[in-house]
């Protein structure tokens, strides 16, 4: 019943409406900046014959235009691609070094990448013992690069709880 309303109002007084779009002007060219506008006029000035040639329609254009043949093709679904990606090498992964956290079960590790948990390792070991844990021996023992290993350890610190002894108190002046 509702089709039947929409319609009449749709179809209702179709060609007055037609007739009076038809008749409507139609849009006129944006206009001409002025010194573009007088270089056109010397030009018609100097060759009338430019008017016919920008008015008339060519043949041979037109029938490249019918010539041209496009053909598309839909993209491939993305879930083909993404199971491509996530593939990986199995020798790409190495076994995390700490296993007694187990905080976020992690199974495996990419190589040149630590989880939080050995990086929070390798930075206290490095503070301990810096002679026997080394820049290079971290790179070795996590498989990771030198340049990566130095600048964890020079950008990168561990938490560090301070107790000053209530002699040590009285000497920190308050400000």
Do not use: C
């Amino acid at each position: 019943m509702g089709g039947l309303v929409i319609r009449g109002i749709r179809n209702f007084n179709v060609e007055n409406r037609a007739e009076r779009e038809i008749s409507k002007m139609k849009p006129s060219p944006a206009p001409r900046h002025p010194s573009t506008n007088s270089l056109l006029q010397t030009q018609m000035r100097v060759n009338p014959e430019i008017k016919g040639q920008i008015a008339r329609k060519d043949d041979k254009l037109l029938s490249f235009l019918k010539d041209v043949y496009v053909d598309s093709k839909d993209p491939l679904p993305s879930v083909q691609v993404k199971a491509a990606e996530t593939h990986q090498e199995p020798g790409e992964f190495r076994l995390p070094k700490s296993q007694h956290f187990d905080i976020t079960n992690i199974k495996s590790v990419p190589k040149g990448k630590i989880s939080i948990v050995e990086a929070l390792t390798l930075l206290n070991n490095h503070k301990r013992y810096p002679e026997t844990w080394t820049a290079e021996k971290i790179a070795q023992e996590y498989l990771l690069e030198q340049k990566d290993v130095n600048s964890l350890l020079k950008y990168f610190v561990t938490f560090e709880v301070k107790v000053f002894s209530p002699e040590d108190k009285k000497a920190i002046e308050p400000k």
